[in-house]
């Protein structure tokens, strides 16, 4: 027994207006090719499900089985058109994004909330990565878009600059330092360092600049996070860098020295990383969009 969806609209047709020329007109169909879909429909079903009458026609006990389960597919059917609508609009799914640790713990957050709190049937993956890792997971396509730092090679990627991200030195405000408001890496690289966490992107992206110059950096101790890291250099365990904005937010709280990096790689800018904008889901470029982002910056 098979009944396509146009069947049961039409037997629901004529079951709600009482008549078979009535039914055929509210499903657009012509009286005779209405009356031998009916009459296709009894005979799939084995069984009456109509008395037909001078005045018009009503359910049989069959029939009125047919129509209850009729109205429940007929809503499922529109539930589901429903729901994939909501897929292909971006309100409801799963997106990814990946994101170096200046923009997962600085950038994102106050960003993402206003964003994600209109879409509560939307989840957001987010997966810190160095940007160097975020542009090679962009361009073989294992992730549509990423928060990267504009010293990374895009090889031939798209990159769109949202906000500044410069990295600072960090050291306890009575520790010596020369004269002056910044430093060059070259100048404390062979300092004890209070680093981040192993796997951390920026830890490992500092590692990678002290192991190019051939000076290993010395962690004395890694930290879980940026206000660990920041206490324990406000106590003189060693120095640390971190983004300018964690910095400034931390002095706050401990007593911190900041003084501005130098090196080209450490006044940096953040950007959104991604292929092409026509081949980004309608979810991903709203998400861009709402960062700065936009096929017009393209």
Not at 58 to 74: I, S
Not at 75 to 98: C, M, P, S
Not at 136 to 149: F, M, P, Q, R, Y
Not at 197 to 206: E, K, R, T, V, Y
Request: proline share 5%; aromatic share 6%.
């Amino acid at each position: 027994m098979r009944f396509d969806l146009a069947d049961l609209q039409l037997f629901l047709c004529v079951v709600d207006a009482g008549s078979i020329t009535a039914g055929a007109a509210r499903a657009n169909l012509a009286l005779a090719s209405a009356s031998e879909r009916l009459r296709s429909i009894e005979s799939a079903a084995g069984v009456a499900l109509l008395h037909r009458r001078p005045r018009g026609v009503v359910t049989t006990e069959a029939g009125e089985v047919l129509a209850h389960h009729a109205r429940l597919m007929l809503r499922q059917q529109e539930r589901l058109k429903g729901e994939l609508q909501d897929f292909a609009t971006g309100v409801r799914g799963t997106i990814h994004l990946y994101a170096n640790t200046a923009a997962l713990t600085g950038f994102l957050p106050n960003r993402l909330a206003p964003w994600l709190a209109e879409r509560p049937r939307l989840r957001l993956e987010l997966r810190e990565r160095t940007s160097a890792d975020i542009v090679s997971a962009v361009a073989a396509g294992l992730v549509e878009a990423g928060v990267v730092s504009d010293a990374v090679d895009a090889q031939g990627l798209q990159l769109q600059a949202v906000a500044k991200d410069h990295l600072v030195l960090i050291a306890a405000a009575g520790q010596p330092f020369p004269p002056g408001k910044d430093v060059t890496f070259s100048q404390v690289v062979d300092l004890p360092f209070v680093g981040l966490s192993p796997g951390n992107a920026l830890q490992d992206h500092l590692n990678d600049h002290a192991h190019a110059a051939g000076r290993p950096l010395d962690l004395r101790v890694r930290m879980k996070t940026f206000e660990d890291l920041c206490e324990m250099v406000a106590h003189g365990v060693g120095v640390g860098i971190v983004p300018q904005d964690i910095a400034r937010r931390y002095k706050r709280r401990y007593p911190l020295r900041l003084l501005a990096l130098n090196d080209d790689w450490a006044r940096r800018q953040l950007c959104l990383c991604f292929r092409q904008w026509h081949e980004l889901a309608a979810p991903m470029q709203s998400l861009l969009v709402h960062l700065g982002g936009g096929p017009q910056a393209v």
